[in-house]
C-alpha cells in the first residue's frame, strides 16, 4: 500500500529543546497508525506540523507520495488533511450543522445556503455511520456526540487523512467502543487515520500500526499485532514499567471523612448534588467513578470548602467542616489534589518553590508577620523536589515551564507533604505519562498504607479499578451504587456511570 | 542537560533587555519626525541629553518631574500585580495632594517631626480612600474596577475644583492657603548649591523609598505573596485559602495611598500649597511608566526616570521643535513597549537557538 503521509527527517527546535529530532513518521493510506509518547515526547509537536501550526526547521513532508508545503492549517485542509484536536473547536452556541459547515460555507449568490449544506452532511452522515442530530445546539450535546461534530467537520472539509489528539481521554467506556467503531468503519471508506495516544490498551484495540515517540525521537515502529502493552510501555518509558499497581491488603481504620445527606444547587437553581452520603475511613481508597459532570467535581469543591452545599454536613474526625473556608479546611486535616492544575492547582507563572506553599504560606513555618522565610522555603522545595522527582530540579524553575506530570507532581508533593488525614484526589493523573503515573499511583497507595483517608475521583475506569479498595459509582448528581470491593467489570460500571442502571434499583429501595 | 545557560536566556534578564532595546528604537522613530519638522535629529537629541543630564539644574528639573511618576508608577504597578488595572492614581493623587494641603493649612505651629509624617500620612490616607472605594465595589459587587476609577477621577478632579475654587481658596486663586512651614520638605539646593533653582526636593527619596517597601512587600511577605497568587489566578488563590476579595480591596487601597504620596513633591517640597490643575495627567503617565517597568518597582524607577527626562527635555527643545514632539516621542516610547515585547522576545529566541547551536556544533 503506498504511503498517505510521510514525514522525513522532521526536526523542530524550541529555543533550548529539541522537540522533534530527525524524526521519520511514515502512515501508510487506509491504515490507522498509533502514535503513542508520554508527553513532551514530541507527538503533538509532529502531527501539528504536519497540520501546519509550526514550521520544522529541518525537514520535509510528501503527502500521497507528493511533495508538499504547508504553511498554515489552511494549506493542511487544502491537502485533505484534517485535525480533531484535544479541546475541541466548536462554537457551543451554534447548531451542528452550523458548527460542521463554519468556514466552509456553502452559498447561494452570497448567501448561506445550509438547505444545500444540510443534504450534504445527512448524506455523509448517513455513510460513515456517524449519527448526529444536526439540529441540535453543541452546547445541549455530550463529548461523545461533540468529537463525532469535529470528525464529521474535518471530513466535510474532504479530509481523507484523520489525525486525533487523544481522542478517548473525555470518553465513557461505551463511548470509546462506538468512537472505536467509526474510526474502523472510516478505515473501510479508504480513510488514513493518525491515533496520538498513551492509553495503549487502546492501540492495541483498534491500531494497524504503532510508532513509539520518547524525547523527540522515534524509537520504534512495530505491527500491532507483533506486540503487546507491555513492551510499548518500556519503549516509551526507556526501562521496564509497572502497569499494574501493587497494593497489599487493605487496612481500614475507622471512618475519617463523612459526608451526609449533600445537597448542593447550584447558581442557575439546577441540583447538582442530590443527598450524598459516603465515608472514607483510615486505610482505604474509595474510588469515585463517573462521567464527567455528574456532580463529582461540586462533591470534592463542597469538601475542599471552596463551594457551600446547600443542605447536608461533611465531617473529619466527626468535627463538622461545612461553612469553614478553605483554609480552615486545610487546618483541619484536608488535602486536596485539584481536578484542574492549571485553573486551580497552580500558579503558572509562579516557581515552583513559590507553588510548592500555596495554602501553608501563612504557617509560622515558612513565614512570620513580616517577612516570608525565603531559606525554609528554599529547603522545603529542595526536599520535596528530590522526594517527588520533579524535573527540572529547580525551585526557581516557573510551573509554566513544567510538562503536565511534573506540574501534577508539585501538587501531590505539596498536598501529600501536609499531614493531612484526609486526602482528596481528583482527576490526580490525567494528562501524566506512564511513568508519573507510576509514580503517583504509588504515592497515593503509601498515603493509604500509611493510615490516610483516600478519596479518588477519577474518570479514568483503570485507575479507579486498579486503586480503589471500595468504588461508588455517580450519576446524576447521585451516588447510585457502592462496590464493596473492586472487583467489577468495566462494563458492568459503565452502565451504572451512564445511568442505564442504578438509579430505578435506588427507587425500588424506596428512597 | 547541565548547560550553562547563556546570560539572555534569564527572564529578569529579557525584562531588562527588551525594554531598553524598545527606548532605542522608538528614539530612532522620533528621529524621522524631527526630520520632518525640518531638524537635524543629532542636535536635537544632544540638546536634549546635555541640557537634562549634562548639568546639575538639569538633573535636579530632571529629578523633580520624576518623583511623582514615581508614585504613580508604584501605584498602577502594584494594582497591575494583584491583577488590577488601576486607571485612577490621577484622581488618587489629586484627592491625596489634596488633604495634604488641607491638613497642613490647619496645622500651624505643629514641630516638622510630627507635622511631616502627618501631612504623609493625610496624603495617604485621601489617596487610599479614592482607591478603597473602587476596590470595595470591585470585590464585593464584581464592578469593573477601570470604569470606577476613571468616574472617580471625574469626581475627584470637580471635587477638589470645587474646594480650590470656592471653599478653601485664598481669594482670586485657585490655591489653598499655604501648609504650616513646619510641614515643608527641604529642597536640595538647600543642601546643595549646584540645584541652585530647581525645586527638586527630598520627596524624591519618600519616592525611593516608597519603591524599595513596595518591593518589599510584594516579594518578601506573606501579603505579597497572596496578592501575586491573586493577580496571577484567582481561583489558585481561593483553593490555597486566599481571600480574593480582601486582597482587591487591600491593593487597591495600598495604590491608591501611594499616588497619594505625590502631594509630597509638590505641596510640601515645592509650592506649600494645592493649586488645581497641578498635576497635568501624572497620573496617566504612571500607568506608562508601570508599563515600560514591567511592573517591578525598580523598573518603575528607571522608567519614571526616563520619562522624567522627557518632560523637562521636552522644555529645553521647545524653542528648536514643537513641543508636541517630545508627547509624540514618549507616545512612541509606550507604542514600542507595549508592542514590542512579543516580537523583541521571538528575535531574542531566535538568536539563542542561533548561538546555542553553534555553541554545540
Same mark, same amino acid.
Given at each position: 500500500?503506498?504511503?498517505?503521509?510521510?514525514?522525513?527527517?522532521? =526536526?523542530?527546535?524550541?529555543?533550548?529543546?529539541?522537540?522533534?529530532?530527525?524524526?521519520?513518521?511514515?502512515?501508510?493510506?487506509?491504515?490507522?497508525? !498509533?502514535?503513542? /509518547?508520554?508527553?513532551?515526547?514530541?507527538? =503533538?509537536?509532529?502531527?501539528?506540523?504536519?497540520?501546519?501550526?509550526?514550521?520544522?526547521?529541518?525537514?520535509?513532508?510528501?503527502?500521497?507520495?507528493?511533495?508538499?508545503?504547508?504553511?498554515?492549517?489552511?494549506?493542511?485542509? $487544502?491537502?485533505?488533511?484534517?485535525?480533531?484536536?484535544?479541546?475541541?473547536?466548536?462554537?457551543?452556541?451554534?447548531?451542528?450543522?452550523?458548527?460542521?459547515?463554519?468556514?466552509?460555507?456553502?452559498?447561494?449568490?452570497?448567501?448561506?445556503?445550509?438547505?444545500?449544506?444540510?443534504?450534504?452532511?445527512?448524506?455523509?452522515?448517513?455513510?460513515?455511520?456517524?449519527?448526529?442530530?444536526?439540529?441540535?445546539?453543541?452546547?445541549?450535546?455530550?463529548?461523545?456526540?461533540?468529537?463525532?461534530?469535529?470528525?464529521?467537520?474535518?471530513?466535510?472539509?474532504? !479530509?481523507?487523512?484523520?489525525?486525533?489528539?487523544?481522542?478517548?481521554?473525555?470518553?465513557?467506556?461505551?463511548? @470509546?467502543?462506538?468512537?472505536?467503531?467509526?474510526?474502523?468503519?472510516?478505515?473501510?471508506?479508504?480513510?488514513?487515520?493518525?491515533?496520538?495516544?498513551?492509553?495503549?490498551?487502546?492501540?492495541?484495540?483498534?491500531?494497524?500500526?504503532?510508532?513509539?515517540?520518547?524525547?523527540?525521537?522515534?524509537?520504534?515502529?512495530?505491527?500491532?499485532?507483533?506486540?503487546?502493552?507491555?513492551?510499548?510501555?518500556?519503549?516509551?518509558?526507556?526501562?521496564?514499567?509497572?502497569?499494574?499497581?501493587?497494593?497489599?491488603?487493605?487496612?481500614?481504620?475507622?471512618?475519617?471523612?463523612?459526608?451526609?445527606?449533600?445537597?448542593?444547587?447550584?447558581?442557575?437553581?439546577?441540583?447538582?448534588?442530590?443527598?450524598?452520603?459516603?465515608?472514607?475511613?483510615?486505610?482505604?481508597?474509595?474510588?469515585?467513578?463517573?462521567?464527567?459532570?455528574?456532580?463529582?467535581?461540586?462533591?470534592?469543591? @463542597?469538601?475542599?470548602?471552596?463551594?457551600?452545599?446547600?443542605?447536608?454536613?461533611?465531617?473529619?474526625?466527626?468535627?463538622?467542616?461545612?461553612?469553614?473556608?478553605?483554609?480552615?479546611?486545610?487546618?483541619?486535616?484536608?488535602?486536596?489534589?485539584?481536578?484542574?492544575?492549571?485553573?486551580?492547582?497552580?500558579?503558572?507563572?509562579?516557581?515552583?518553590?513559590?507553588?510548592?506553599? #500555596?495554602?501553608?504560606?501563612?504557617?509560622?513555618?515558612?513565614?512570620?508577620?513580616?517577612?516570608?522565610?525565603?531559606?525554609?522555603?528554599?529547603?522545603?522545595?529542595?526536599?520535596?523536589?528530590?522526594?517527588?522527582?520533579?524535573?527540572?530540579?529547580?525551585?526557581?524553575?516557573?510551573?509554566?515551564?513544567?510538562?503536565?506530570?511534573?506540574?501534577?507532581?508539585?501538587?501531590?508533593?505539596?498536598?501529600?507533604?501536609?499531614?493531612?488525614?484526609?486526602?482528596?484526589?481528583?482527576?490526580?493523573?490525567?494528562?501524566?505519562?506512564?511513568?508519573?503515573?507510576?509514580?503517583?499511583?504509588? =504515592?497515593?497507595?503509601?498515603?493509604?498504607?500509611?493510615?490516610?483517608?483516600?478519596?479518588?475521583?477519577?474518570?479514568?475506569?483503570?485507575?479507579? #479499578?486498579?486503586?480503589?479498595?471500595?468504588?461508588?459509582?455517580?450519576?446524576?448528581?447521585?451516588?447510585?451504587?457502592?462496590?464493596?470491593?473492586?472487583?467489577?467489570?468495566?462494563?458492568?460500571?459503565?452502565?451504572?456511570? $451512564?445511568?442505564?442502571?442504578?438509579?430505578?434499583?435506588?427507587?425500588?429501595?424506596?428512597? | 542537560?547541565?548547560?550553562?545557560?547563556?546570560?539572555?536566556?534569564?527572564?529578569?534578564?529579557?525584562?531588562?533587555?527588551?525594554?531598553?532595546?524598545?527606548?532605542?528604537?522608538?528614539?530612532?522613530?522620533?528621529?524621522?519626525?524631527?526630520?520632518?519638522?525640518?531638524?537635524?535629529?543629532?542636535?536635537?537629541?544632544?540638546?536634549?541629553?546635555?541640557?537634562?543630564?549634562?548639568?546639575?539644574?538639569?538633573?535636579?528639573?530632571?529629578?523633580?518631574?520624576?518623583?511623582?511618576?514615581?508614585?504613580?508608577?508604584?501605584?498602577?504597578?502594584? @494594582?497591575?500585580?494583584?491583577?488590577?488595572?488601576?486607571?485612577?492614581?490621577?484622581?488618587?493623587?489629586?484627592?491625596?495632594?489634596?488633604?495634604?494641603?488641607?491638613?497642613?493649612?490647619?496645622?500651624?505651629?505643629?514641630?516638622?517631626?510630627?507635622?511631616?509624617?502627618?501631612?504623609?500620612?493625610?496624603?495617604?490616607?485621601?489617596?487610599?480612600?479614592?482607591?478603597?472605594?473602587?476596590?470595595?465595589?470591585?470585590?464585593?459587587?464584581? !464592578?469593573?474596577?477601570?470604569?470606577?476609577?476613571?468616574?472617580?477621577?471625574?469626581?475627584?478632579?470637580?471635587?477638589?475644583?470645587?474646594?480650590?475654587?470656592?471653599?478653601?481658596?485664598?481669594?482670586?486663586?485657585?490655591?489653598?492657603?499655604?501648609?504650616?512651614?513646619?510641614?515643608?520638605?527641604?529642597?536640595?539646593?538647600?543642601?546643595?548649591?549646584?540645584?541652585?533653582?530647581?525645586?527638586?526636593?527630598?520627596?524624591?527619596?519618600?519616592?525611593?523609598?516608597?519603591?524599595?517597601?513596595?518591593?518589599?512587600?510584594?516579594?518578601?511577605?506573606?501579603?505579597?505573596?497572596?496578592?501575586?497568587?491573586?493577580?496571577?489566578?484567582?481561583? !489558585?488563590?481561593?483553593?490555597?485559602?486566599?481571600?480574593?476579595?480582601?486582597?482587591?480591596?487591600?491593593?487597591?487601597?495600598?495604590?491608591?495611598?501611594?499616588?497619594?504620596?505625590?502631594?509630597?513633591?509638590?505641596?510640601?517640597?515645592?509650592?506649600?500649597?494645592?493649586?488645581?490643575?497641578?498635576?497635568?495627567? $501624572?497620573?496617566?503617565?504612571?500607568?506608562?511608566?508601570?508599563?515600560?517597568?514591567?511592573?517591578?518597582?525598580?523598573?518603575?524607577?528607571?522608567?519614571?526616570?526616563?520619562?522624567?527626562?522627557?518632560?523637562?527635555? /521636552?522644555?529645553?527643545?521647545?524653542?528648536?521643535?514643537?513641543?508636541?514632539?517630545?508627547?509624540?516621542?514618549?507616545?512612541?516610547?509606550?507604542?514600542?513597549?507595549?508592542?514590542?515585547?512579543?516580537?523583541?522576545?521571538?528575535?531574542?529566541?531566535?538568536?539563542?537557538?542561533?548561538?546555542?547551536?553553534?555553541?554545540?556544533?
Amino acid at each position: 500500500m503506498p504511503y498517505a503521509i510521510e514525514l522525513i527527517n522532521i =526536526t523542530k527546535r524550541f529555543a533550548r529543546t529539541v522537540a522533534n529530532d530527525n524524526v521519520t513518521f511514515k502512515v501508510r493510506a487506509g491504515s490507522i497508525h !498509533a502514535l503513542v /509518547g508520554e508527553n513532551g515526547a514530541g507527538k =503533538t509537536t509532529l502531527m501539528e506540523s504536519l497540520y501546519g501550526l509550526y514550521q520544522p526547521d529541518a525537514g520535509g513532508i510528501r503527502i500521497h507520495e507528493r511533495e508538499v508545503q504547508i504553511k498554515s492549517p489552511h494549506d493542511s485542509i $487544502t491537502l485533505g488533511i484534517g485535525m480533531v484536536h484535544q479541546h475541541f473547536m466548536l462554537v457551543p452556541p451554534l447548531t451542528v450543522l452550523e458548527n460542521i459547515v463554519l468556514g466552509a460555507e456553502e452559498t447561494r449568490n452570497g448567501f448561506l445556503d445550509l438547505k444545500k449544506a444540510l443534504k450534504h452532511v445527512s448524506e455523509m452522515a448517513a455513510r460513515f455511520s456517524l449519527s448526529v442530530p444536526l439540529d441540535e445546539k453543541i452546547e445541549n450535546l455530550g463529548v461523545g456526540i461533540q468529537q463525532r461534530v469535529e470528525i464529521l467537520k474535518a471530513i466535510y472539509r474532504k !479530509a481523507d487523512i484523520l489525525v486525533l489528539d487523544e481522542p478517548t481521554a473525555v470518553l465513557t467506556p461505551q463511548e @470509546c467502543v462506538q468512537l472505536f467503531r467509526i474510526l474502523a468503519e472510516l478505515r473501510e471508506e479508504g480513510k488514513t487515520i493518525v491515533l496520538i495516544t498513551h492509553k495503549l490498551n487502546e492501540v492495541m484495540a483498534i491500531s494497524d500500526q504503532v510508532s513509539v515517540m520518547r524525547k523527540g525521537k522515534i524509537v520504534g515502529e512495530v505491527e500491532t499485532a507483533k506486540t503487546n502493552p507491555q513492551q510499548l510501555a518500556q519503549m516509551m518509558v526507556g526501562r521496564p514499567v509497572l502497569l499494574r499497581v501493587e497494593k497489599g491488603e487493605k487496612k481500614p481504620g475507622n471512618p475519617v471523612l463523612a459526608v451526609n445527606d449533600l445537597s448542593y444547587i447550584d447558581r442557575r437553581g439546577i441540583g447538582v448534588l442530590k443527598s450524598v452520603s459516603l465515608e472514607v475511613a483510615s486505610g482505604e481508597i474509595l474510588g469515585i467513578a463517573g462521567i464527567e459532570g455528574n456532580g463529582q467535581s461540586q462533591l470534592v469543591e @463542597c469538601i475542599a470548602g471552596l463551594i457551600r452545599p446547600t443542605s447536608g454536613s461533611i465531617t473529619i474526625d466527626g468535627i463538622q467542616i461545612v461553612g469553614l473556608s478553605a483554609r480552615e479546611v486545610f487546618a483541619r486535616g484536608l488535602a486536596h489534589v485539584p481536578e484542574d492544575r492549571i485553573k486551580r492547582g497552580l500558579v503558572i507563572d509562579m516557581n515552583v518553590r513559590e507553588n510548592l506553599i #500555596l495554602g501553608m504560606h501563612t504557617q509560622p513555618e515558612f513565614s512570620s508577620r513580616l517577612s516570608m522565610k525565603r531559606n525554609a522555603i528554599t529547603r522545603n522545595a529542595q526536599l520535596l523536589i528530590t522526594k517527588y522527582d520533579i524535573r527540572p530540579m529547580d525551585p526557581d524553575a516557573l510551573a509554566r515551564g513544567l510538562s503536565g506530570g511534573n506540574q501534577q507532581k508539585v501538587i501531590i508533593a505539596r498536598e501529600l507533604s501536609r499531614s493531612a488525614q484526609v486526602i482528596v484526589a481528583s482527576q490526580p493523573t490525567r494528562g501524566v505519562d506512564i511513568g508519573g503515573i507510576e509514580f503517583i499511583h504509588r =504515592t497515593l497507595v503509601e498515603a493509604r498504607d500509611a493510615g490516610r483517608a483516600v478519596l479518588l475521583v477519577s474518570a479514568d475506569l483503570n485507575e479507579i #479499578l486498579s486503586l480503589s479498595d471500595r468504588i461508588a459509582v455517580m450519576y446524576g448528581g447521585q451516588i447510585v451504587r457502592v462496590f464493596p470491593d473492586n472487583k467489577v467489570e468495566e462494563s458492568e460500571l459503565g452502565l451504572y456511570m $451512564t445511568g442505564s442502571k442504578g438509579i430505578q434499583d435506588k427507587k425500588a429501595f424506596g428512597s | 542537560m547541565a548547560t550553562k545557560k547563556h546570560w539572555l536566556e534569564h527572564p529578569a534578564t529579557q525584562n531588562f533587555v527588551i525594554p531598553i532595546l524598545a527606548v532605542v528604537l522608538s528614539f530612532a522613530v522620533g528621529a524621522v519626525f524631527i526630520l520632518i519638522v525640518g531638524q537635524n535629529p543629532f542636535e536635537v537629541y544632544s540638546i536634549l541629553f546635555s541640557q537634562t543630564l549634562g548639568t546639575t539644574y538639569g538633573i535636579g528639573q530632571l529629578l523633580f518631574k520624576t518623583t511623582p511618576l514615581i508614585f504613580a508608577g508604584l501605584s498602577v504597578a502594584l @494594582c497591575f500585580r494583584a491583577g488590577l488595572f488601576n486607571i485612577g492614581a490621577e484622581g488618587q493623587l489629586q484627592i491625596g495632594a489634596f488633604m495634604t494641603a488641607l491638613v497642613g493649612m490647619y496645622t500651624l505651629g505643629v514641630p516638622s517631626f510630627i507635622e511631616i509624617p502627618l501631612l504623609v500620612a493625610a496624603g495617604m490616607v485621601g489617596g487610599g480612600l479614592w482607591g478603597f472605594i473602587p476596590g470595595y465595589l470591585k470585590a464585593k459587587t464584581g !464592578a469593573h474596577e477601570v470604569i470606577n476609577t476613571i468616574m472617580l477621577n471625574f469626581v475627584a478632579a470637580a471635587l477638589v475644583s470645587y474646594f480650590v475654587t470656592n471653599i478653601y481658596n485664598v481669594p482670586a486663586t485657585v490655591h489653598t492657603p499655604p501648609i504650616a512651614p513646619t510641614g515643608r520638605i527641604p529642597r536640595f539646593d538647600a543642601i546643595f548649591s549646584g540645584f541652585e533653582g530647581s525645586p527638586v526636593n527630598f520627596s524624591l527619596l519618600i519616592a525611593l523609598l516608597a519603591a524599595l517597601s513596595v518591593w518589599y512587600y510584594v516579594e518578601r511577605t506573606r501579603y505579597g505573596y497572596e496578592l501575586r497568587v491573586v493577580g496571577l489566578n484567582s481561583k !489558585a488563590a481561593e483553593y490555597g485559602g486566599i481571600s480574593v476579595s480582601k486582597n482587591i480591596i487591600l491593593s487597591m487601597t495600598i495604590g491608591g495611598a501611594i499616588a497619594g504620596l505625590v502631594g509630597t513633591n509638590f505641596v510640601m517640597g515645592y509650592k506649600y500649597y494645592f493649586e488645581e490643575g497641578f498635576s497635568t495627567g $501624572t497620573g496617566f503617565m504612571g500607568i506608562a511608566v508601570a508599563l515600560l517597568g514591567n511592573n517591578s518597582p525598580f523598573g518603575v524607577v528607571l522608567a519614571a526616570l526616563l520619562f522624567g527626562m522627557l518632560e523637562y527635555g /521636552g522644555l529645553v527643545i521647545n524653542t528648536m521643535v514643537p513641543k508636541e514632539l517630545v508627547s509624540i516621542l514618549q507616545a512612541i516610547v509606550i507604542i514600542f513597549v507595549i508592542s514590542s515585547n512579543k516580537i523583541f522576545r521571538r528575535i531574542l529566541v531566535n538568536f539563542l537557538k542561533k548561538r546555542i547551536l553553534s555553541v554545540n556544533d
